[in-house]
């Protein structure tokens, strides 16, 4: 069982961290698998709404024109048996950087080709609000919508704040556990 774990935080050893690290501890306790991407260090470019009508080759090939460190991601995701999606709150909304990846997987998974891999697989979310704390339950929303839209199985959304973080870490790692019995549909008979 192998578990993609995307980070939309630069830190390591933040808030946003520390959620998914338990999940990563819940799921390794089962013999569980996970791999770490901090978005942020990687090369994600902006959509280029290529054509007048605003589409491109991902809705006619089901991938995007863009040569940098998008199509890597979704070959890790369409290996993976399970995918976690954790985004600090920026604006009660999901950061920067996860949005610019999502909004170019949306793209994608509109053609057969691109929805390879991606539809029906497990996809959790976690949202962390490290500030005043507001605005993780709105941020959970705009996660499930676009994680939907690519046609992901949103197993759940974790909305958690500064305040709540330390109570929550042990639910985060119950599942982590629990993600090891999520079947993909690549792994269904
Ligand atoms: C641009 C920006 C907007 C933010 N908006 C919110 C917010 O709406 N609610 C909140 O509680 N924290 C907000 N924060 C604080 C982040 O949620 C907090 O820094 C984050 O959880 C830290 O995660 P990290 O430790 O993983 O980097 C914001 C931070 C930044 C940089």
Redesign the pocket.
């Known amino acids: 069982m192998k578990t993609l774990i995307i ?1 939309g ?3 390591p050893k ?4 520390r959620a998914a690290r338990a999940v990563f501890e819940g799921l390794a306790s089962e013999g569980g698998k996970g791999e770490k991407v901090f978005l942020p260090q990687k090369k994600i470019e902006l959509c280029r709404q290529c054509d007048i009508n605003g589409w491109g080759i991902c809705r006619t090939e089901g991938r995007c024109v863009i040569e940098d460190d998008f199509s890597l991601l979704v070959g890790k995701i369409r290996k993976a048996d399970t995918v976690v999606f954790a985004t ?6 999901l950061s920067e950087s996860l949005c610019a990846f999502l909004d170019r997987l949306r793209r994608i998974t509109r053609h057969e080709s691109g929805k390879r891999g991606i539809s029906d697989k497990p996809a959790l979310g976690i949202c ?9 339950p709105a941020c959970a929303v705009s996660l499930e919508k676009v994680l939907n839209i690519c046609g992901f199985n949103v197993v759940d959304v974790i909305p958690i ?2 305040q709540n973080l330390d109570v929550k870490l042990s639910a985060l790692e119950a599942i982590g556990k629990w993600l090891t019995t999520c079947e993909s549909p690549e792994s269904k008979p």
């Open positions: 980070l935080s630069r830190n933040g808030q946003t961290a600090p709150v920026y604006f009660s909304d962390v609000a490290g500030g005043g704390g507001r605005g993780a704040s500064r």
